[in-house]
């Protein structure tokens, strides 16, 4: 069991900026790769960005390609999402995710942290 704890959600204005944290359990984070998502009231669960385990490959959704950045540092075990210019259709459950085994799935996910994003 490897367990996920996000932090660093809040209230935003739109325009600003917030950083979310993922800290994970274990000794072989730096073999995961790590996804962010994020579920909005009324709406199905959506993928935001993934990084690679080890040639830090970054993958985003359209929605959020070139203002959020997702980061790893291995030697912290976190992953991060950094989230700058949020709007208001940013505001979501975030959840980071872990992809032990390199399948399409994801095999562990945080609790979530709520981000609001105020106009």
């Known amino acids: 069991q490897v367990l996920l704890l996000e932090s660093g959600g809040g209230l935003v204005q739109a325009g600003g900026s917030l950083r979310l944290s993922c800290a994970a359990s274990?000794?072989?984070?730096?073999?995961?790769?790590m996804g962010w998502f994020r579920q909005a009231p009324g709406k199905k669960r959506d993928f935001v960005a993934r990084i690679a385990a080890r040639d830090g490959y970054t993958t985003y959704a359209d929605s959020v390609r070139g203002r959020f950045t997702i980061s790893r540092d291995n030697a912290k075990n976190t992953v991060y999402l950094q989230m700058n210019s949020p709007q208001p259709e940013d505001t979501a459950v975030y959840y980071c995710?872990?992809?032990?085994?390199?399948?399409?799935?994801?095999?562990?996910w945080g609790q979530g942290t709520q981000v609001t994003v105020s106009s």
């Open positions: 274990g000794r072989t984070f730096s073999r995961y790769a």
């Open positions: 995710a872990a992809d032990a085994d390199y399948a399409r799935e994801y095999d562990y």
